[in-house]
C-alpha cells in the first residue's frame, strides 16, 4: 500500500510539471501549451480515478478534447490564420453559464445517485465552472481565466481534503497564473489595439 501511495505521489508530481509548463505557454499566448497540457491531463485521470474523483476524470477527458480543439483553433482560426484574443460577446457569456449550470446538474445528480463519491456537490461545482472555462480558453476568450480561477477556488480545499497535496500546491499556483494570465492577455489586447489604430 505504501509502495501505491509513493507511485501516486509521483505521478502527481509529473502531472505538475507539465502542467505547470502548460499554463506558463498559455500565460504567455503560446499556442504549443496544449501540447503539455495533454500529457498533464493523462497522468492526472490515473490519480483522480484511484482517488474517486469521477467528475474530475469526465472533467480531463473533456479537457483533452478541448485541448486538442484549441490547439487547432489557436493556430488556425476560422480564417486558417491564427485567432487573436478577444473579450466573450454576450451569446458566449450566455453559453459559458448554460456549460455551468448544466454540468453541474448533470453532474451532481450523476456522482450522487451513480457513484461512490462522498462530495458529489463539491466535485461537480469544480468541474462545472472548469468545463466553461476550458471551452472559453480554446476559443481564446479573455474569460477563461475567470472562469478556471473560480474552479480553481473551489478546488483547492476539496485537493486538501482528498489529501492530494501536490495537486492542491499546483492548484494554488494555477490560481494565481490566471490572475497573472488575465493581466498579461489584457495587455497583450490593448498593445494589438494601439498597433491597428497606428497602422490606421
Same mark, same amino acid.
Given at each position: 500500500?505504501?509502495?501505491?501511495?509513493?507511485?501516486?505521489?509521483?505521478?502527481?508530481?509529473?502531472?505538475?510539471?507539465?502542467?505547470?509548463?502548460?499554463?506558463?505557454?498559455?500565460?504567455?499566448?503560446?499556442?504549443?501549451?496544449?501540447?503539455?497540457?495533454?500529457?498533464?491531463?493523462?497522468?492526472?485521470?490515473?490519480?483522480?480515478?484511484?482517488?474517486?474523483?469521477?467528475?474530475?476524470?469526465?472533467?480531463?477527458?473533456?479537457?483533452?478534447?478541448?485541448?486538442?480543439?484549441?490547439?487547432?483553433?489557436?493556430?488556425?482560426?476560422?480564417?486558417? =490564420?491564427?485567432?487573436?484574443?478577444?473579450?466573450?460577446?454576450?451569446?458566449?457569456?450566455?453559453?459559458?453559464?448554460?456549460?455551468?449550470?448544466?454540468?453541474?446538474?448533470?453532474?451532481?445528480?450523476?456522482?450522487?445517485?451513480?457513484?461512490?463519491?462522498?462530495?458529489?456537490?463539491?466535485?461537480?461545482?469544480?468541474?462545472?465552472?472548469?468545463?466553461?472555462?476550458?471551452?472559453?480558453?480554446?476559443?481564446?476568450?479573455?474569460?477563461?481565466?475567470?472562469?478556471?480561477?473560480?474552479?480553481?477556488?473551489?478546488?483547492?480545499?476539496?485537493?486538501?481534503?482528498?489529501?492530494?497535496?501536490?495537486?492542491?500546491?499546483?492548484?494554488?499556483?494555477?490560481?494565481?497564473?490566471?490572475?497573472?494570465?488575465?493581466?498579461?492577455?489584457?495587455?497583450?489586447?490593448?498593445?494589438?489595439?494601439?498597433?491597428?489604430?497606428? =497602422?490606421?
Amino acid at each position: 500500500m505504501e509502495d501505491f501511495f509513493t507511485k501516486l505521489i509521483w505521478l502527481q508530481a509529473l502531472g505538475t510539471a507539465f502542467g505547470v509548463i502548460q499554463v506558463l505557454m498559455a500565460r504567455k499566448n503560446n499556442v504549443h501549451n496544449y501540447l503539455f497540457g495533454i500529457v498533464s491531463i493523462l497522468i492526472s485521470i490515473w490519480v483522480h480515478y484511484q482517488s474517486k474523483l469521477y467528475a474530475d476524470i469526465l472533467l480531463s477527458f473533456y479537457y483533452l478534447i478541448m485541448s486538442i480543439y484549441g490547439w487547432f483553433f489557436w493556430k488556425f482560426g476560422k480564417q486558417k =490564420k491564427e485567432s487573436p484574443i478577444s473579450y466573450a460577446n454576450k451569446t458566449e457569456y450566455l453559453k459559458a453559464f448554460g456549460i455551468v449550470l448544466t454540468c453541474f446538474v448533470f453532474m451532481s445528480y450523476w456522482l450522487k445517485f451513480h457513484t461512490n463519491s462522498d462530495v458529489p456537490l463539491w466535485d461537480a461545482g469544480v468541474s462545472a465552472f472548469a468545463w466553461a472555462g476550458m471551452w472559453l480558453m480554446a476559443k481564446r476568450k479573455m474569460e477563461n481565466w475567470i472562469f478556471l480561477n473560480i474552479s480553481n477556488a473551489i478546488s483547492i480545499p476539496l485537493l486538501f481534503y482528498k489529501e492530494l497535496y501536490i495537486y492542491a500546491g499546483l492548484t494554488i499556483f494555477l490560481f494565481v497564473i490566471g490572475t497573472s494570465g488575465y493581466l498579461k492577455w489584457r495587455k497583450i489586447i490593448q498593445n494589438d489595439k494601439r498597433t491597428r489604430f497606428a =497602422k490606421a
